[in-house]
């Protein structure tokens, strides 16, 4: 089983949608997750932290739930500029500290 | 502007040959670190280097050389031996141990074996 799973996609939405898709990890001892934003062909750029208590950043609410192991990601009101692949990171102190990857969720947003 | 600036942004390698992807950043971080991405794939750590003269495995080491001589910089020598090398290389850079703040990421380095 991967460390970090994600749903490949492609998520096919139309603009204005709302759309959300989750991260499940392996490791119940996994202390910090990120979400990162990757462009075709360019390198990922952090979107943003996951908090316990989920956290919001405009149109991006980011969860957490610890007891089944997953953190999801919701787009409000997308945009034809969040096309991009959304990368799922989680981090432990057993890995010390080092970033494990999931491969990925290709969001396509369509006119 | 602080960065992390990787180059060359494309290389070709023929069969044999080792290159060389350099690695420089300006943000003052001591952690560095190398990565490799495959279609469909995550990142994959290479190597990392947490203070100069000093650098762990990662996942993926073997076939791969690094050298930390210089706070700012962090090459890494792609060698013979790496059987697979077609990948997009991405180097990183962050404050040790503070997850927190995410890491800082190069532009990459696409290379081809040809």
């Known amino acids: 089983r991967k460390e970090v799973e994600q749903d490949p996609g492609p998520f096919n939405v139309p603009e204005g949608a709302t759309v959300a898709f989750n991260c499940t990890y392996s490791?119940?001892?996994?202390?910090?997750f990120f979400w990162y934003r990757q462009d075709c062909r360019k390198e990922p750029k952090l979107l943003m932290s996951v908090y316990s208590s989920g956290n919001e950043d405009g149109r991006f609410t980011a969860q957490l739930n610890r007891a089944s192991q997953y953190i999801s990601l919701l787009i409000r009101d997308s945009k034809l500029s969040d096309s991009a692949t959304y990368l799922c990171?989680?981090?432990?102190?057993?890995?010390?500290?080092?970033?494990?990857w999931g491969a990925g969720t290709k969001l396509i947003i369509k006119p | 502007d602080g960065g992390i600036t990787q180059s060359p942004k494309y290389l070709f390698r023929k069969e044999g040959q080792n290159v060389t992807l350099s690695c420089e950043q300006n943000?003052?971080?001591?952690?560095m670190y190398w990565y490799r991405q495959d279609p469909g794939q995550g990142l994959r750590l290479i190597y990392y280097s947490q203070i100069v003269n000093d650098f762990q495995k990662g996942d993926i080491a073997e076939g791969y050389s690094v050298s930390r001589e210089k706070k700012e910089s962090f090459p890494l020598t792609v060698t013979s031996a790496q059987k697979n090398p077609t990948a997009f290389y991405l180097c990183?850079?962050?404050?040790?141990?503070?997850?927190?703040?995410?890491?800082?990421f190069g532009s990459g380095t696409r290379l081809t074996v040809v």
């Open positions: 943000l003052n971080h001591d952690a």
């Open positions: 490791n119940s001892a996994s202390q910090s």
């Open positions: 990183a850079s962050s404050i040790p141990l503070r997850p927190l703040y995410g890491y800082t």
């Open positions: 990171v989680v981090t432990s102190m057993d890995s010390n500290y080092q970033l494990i």
